[in-house]
């Protein structure tokens, strides 16, 4: 399978630069992480064609982003904001956008509908209006209509946004299925989606990248630096003011906090395996210190 190849992507808003001089190698399942403002929506706009490309390229094997015709034939998009008619059934509004992306055959269109509302598990609800839908069950609604047209390509923006807990579980899953045989990209500033969705992973900031690599790659940016320790609850405050606390669990009376540090910070700390939050974790506050 080939790559979306980015070379030097660079966007403007009139003096807001989204996107500096920004090369990516995207393959498989991919997931870009950033914090707010970092530039994923205008990349992911930009590579689903909805934003014209200044200066810089994008190509996929042969195909180039100057023919968007070509790339849109390839492309699914589930967008940020996706919402549709709120009073027809679900599967009558997959129906509809099935004939707008081209798949005029009756047949072989629902066919090809049926097939992705099971992949989707969706199967039960689709005589379901719009309204009557879980915020989870339209996020896979999008994710079928993205899918429509076997794209090789599908680009999800901020997926589990506004979803449970147990329902973003779900979705991940979902995408790492249908990653299998296709480039899937996902943006989003929740590490979690990322840790089982995704293989591979683009770390943007200001319009930057700060890093890009395999999942464990991300995660061995925090090598050395992520340490356990078991405190009582009033010591939690002067810890967090001196380390970087990424999470801390209640333990009958102690609590377990797991914290970003160079150095052991108490005795006790032990030195544990870094996840992908905390790689993440430690390239941004490089990335601040290194600002300042
Ligand atoms: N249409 C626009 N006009 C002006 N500035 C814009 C526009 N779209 C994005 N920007 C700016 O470009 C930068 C990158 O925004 P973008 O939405 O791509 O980031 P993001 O990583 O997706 O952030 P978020 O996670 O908050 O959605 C931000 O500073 C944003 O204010």
Redesign the pocket.
């Given at each position: 399978m080939s790559s979306i190849v980015v070379k030097g992507l660079t966007?403007h808003?009139?003096q807001?630069?989204?996107?500096d001089n920004i090369s990516l190698n995207i393959k498989g399942t991919y997931g870009l992480l950033?914090?707010?403002?970092?530039?994923?929506?205008?990349?992911?706009?930009t590579i689903a064609t909805l934003l014209p490309i200044s200066k810089g390229q994008i190509t996929y094997g042969k195909i180039s982003w100057e023919d968007s015709k070509e790339v849109r034939r390839r492309i699914g998009y589930l967008p940020?904001h996706f919402s549709m008619y709120q009073n027809i059934k679900m599967i009558e509004c997959l129906n509809h956008l099935a004939i707008l992306k081209g798949v005029i055959d009756k047949k072989h269109r629902t066919e090809e509908l049926e097939k992705i509302i099971h992949q989707v598990n969706l199967y039960d609800h689709k005589d379901k209006k719009i309204k009557q839908l879980s915020g989870g069950m339209l996020r896979r609604v999008g994710i079928a209509q993205a899918l429509i047209g076997n794209p090789e390509i599908l680009i999800v923006?901020?997926p589990t946004a506004g979803l449970d807990i147990e329902e973003r579980v779900r979705f991940r899953s979902l995408l790492r299925s249908i990653g299998k045989n296709r480039i899937v990209i996902i943006?989003t500033?929740i590490v979690e989606d990322l840790e089982l969705a995704c293989d591979n992973i683009g770390v943007?900031k200001n319009?930057k990248v700060l890093a890009e690599g395999k999942r464990e790659n991300i995660s061995n940016f925090a090598d050395g630096k992520i340490w356990e320790v078991q405190v009582a609850m009033d010591e939690i405050e002067s810890l967090g003011n001196n380390f970087t606390i990424i999470s801390s669990k209640q333990i009958n009376n102690n609590y377990t906090v797991r914290l970003l540090s160079d150095k052991q910070p108490l005795n006790t700390a032990n030195l544990v395996e870094p996840r992908l939050e905390d790689g993440y974790l430690a390239l941004i506050r490089n990335d601040e210190i290194e600002a300042s």
């Open positions: 966007k808003f009139k807001n630069t989204a996107l950033g914090p707010n403002g970092a530039g994923k929506t205008t990349l992911i706009r940020q923006d901020e943006s500033h943007l319009g």
